[in-house]
């Protein structure tokens, strides 16, 4: 794919950029607001699961968080190994933990059910 650094380049500023609101909202709301981690518990979670905003907000930042952080793995791996062969085998490894965290945290995310009770 031609440019396909420089694309890559410039999903890690946006994406960096986007993270930053995400992340200190999660951390102000989840630490500071209210009574902080002392009032997190599995009622808060399914209250706030519940609305679309939340799980939308939640489940931009796990894909940012998680698609960034493996670009940027990405790029350590290109620049560090030495040898096609390992170059392969970790990329290939990256890739595999990388769809398996999303579609693990998607699916928790989008089909936690509040009423398991």
Do not use: C
């Amino acid at each position: 794919m031609p440019n396909f650094e420089k694309y890559t380049w410039l999903f890690m500023r946006f994406s960096g950029a986007v993270l930053i609101f995400l992340v200190l909202g999660h951390l102000f709301i989840m630490l500071m607001w209210q009574d902080g981690v002392y009032r997190i518990d599995f009622n808060y979670v399914a209250e706030r699961w519940s609305s679309p905003y939340w799980q939308i907000w939640d489940l931009a930042l796990l894909w940012l968080a998680e698609l960034h952080g493996a670009n940027g793995l990405r790029t350590i791996i290109g620049d560090y190994t030495r040898s096609d062969r390992s170059r392969f085998w970790l990329m290939t490894l990256l890739a595999f933990s990388v769809i398996f965290t999303l579609a693990l945290g998607s699916y928790v995310l989008l089909s936690f059910d509040p009423n398991i009770s």
